[in-house]
């Protein structure tokens, strides 16, 4: 538990704010309960997968909840991407952001496409649509944009750039639940968006993921993709994978889903608090965010900028680790940097030029709808203090 009495700073020998690790995220745990009982239920009709009541019941209240016209359940996100790509018979190349998680890219290239990175808006953190259209070729079959830490990309920007150019558009939409922006829901953009439901997210199922769009041809395409490419018993029908959710993971999203606008209302309390006591701070800078748009405040990052703050985002994340405030650097490296793709002409530094100066910069803090007020306070107060004793701060981090 924090305090919000003033004292020493952890890494010039203080006692750290917190007695244990507090983390950037913590996720929401079903009911024992409710879910208990689910659990009985599955074990007495020994019912475990393979599209069964609880995954068709949880995709059903996400189609109501998402406003989309199909969702269909995944095992995880990075198996999702994997679908949607290959249910959209791409080829050749595929615009994406060095910005995010390695799955988006991965996805990419288990597919046998290339991947083509495009720098990023230095505001917003998401695709530049601008430099994206400068990339296009006529190999470039899709985009796949990331809404990144939930802000939605430039939509409206890169349907007209789609439309105009040909392209499919996938939407990584993995940090995306429940978020709408210019009067349409998220996964209403594009050809298919992608939604994360791993345990560290908004919403959860422990593991998970969904596809979700509107072509009622696609969603065939998808369901039997997803099922080993199986039609009936005696049909198979192109080279599909296992990417099911099993009953038990469908039902801790059932546990959860109701829950998730109070725990959309907690974060948002919390990210105002941040961002109220944060504005304070020299050389703390906020990502801009997407204009007429719902937020599901799923992430909190800031920027350190070193020149103004005295410290890099390094000796940040280090000061406060002291602090036992354990922030993360999502998403440094860039995937652009790893030695499978550096390699690409699209990687090269001197063309990702946003996309690394926000690498270098970015640090994630703990947001959860269970963090006390008073713990926000607190990292607020020791990232306020860390910057006015940077000096101190820095010779005692190249001492330790
Ligand atoms: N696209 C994007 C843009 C993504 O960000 C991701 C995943 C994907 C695609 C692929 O989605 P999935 O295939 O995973 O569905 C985490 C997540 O594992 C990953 O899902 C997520 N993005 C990424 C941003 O974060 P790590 O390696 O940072 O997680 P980890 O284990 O360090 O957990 C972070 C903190 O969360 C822990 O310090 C404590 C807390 N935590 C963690 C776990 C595992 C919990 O409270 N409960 C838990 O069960 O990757």
Redesign the pocket.
Known sequence: MGSAEPRRLAALGGKPAFDA?L?????LAPDSERFGASIQQILASRWFTNNGMYAQELERRLEQRLGVGFCLLFC??????QVALRALDLSGEVITTPF?????VH?VQWNGLRPVFCDIDPETYTLDPVHAAKLITPDTSALLP???FGNPCHVSEIEKLALDRQLRVIY?A??CFDVQTLDRPIGAWGDLS?L??????LFHT????AIVGSDPALRERIARLRNFGIVDEETVDGVGLNGKISEIHAAIGLALIDRIDGEIEARGALTERYRRGLSEVTGVVFQKLAPATRQNHG?FSIEIDEQSFGLSRNEVHDALRAENV?T?K??YPLCSENPSYRVLPSAQPSRLPAAHRLAERILCLPL?GELPTEDVDCIVERIARIQSEAGAVRRALRQA
């Open positions: 690790p983390y950037v995220a913590r996720s995880n996100a990075t198996v999702a991407l995010t998680f390695p799955a988006t996805a990331v809404h990144v990584d993995a940090h992608v994360s439901f791993h345990a560290t997210k422990a593991e998970g993921g992430y354990i993360r999502y998403f959860f």
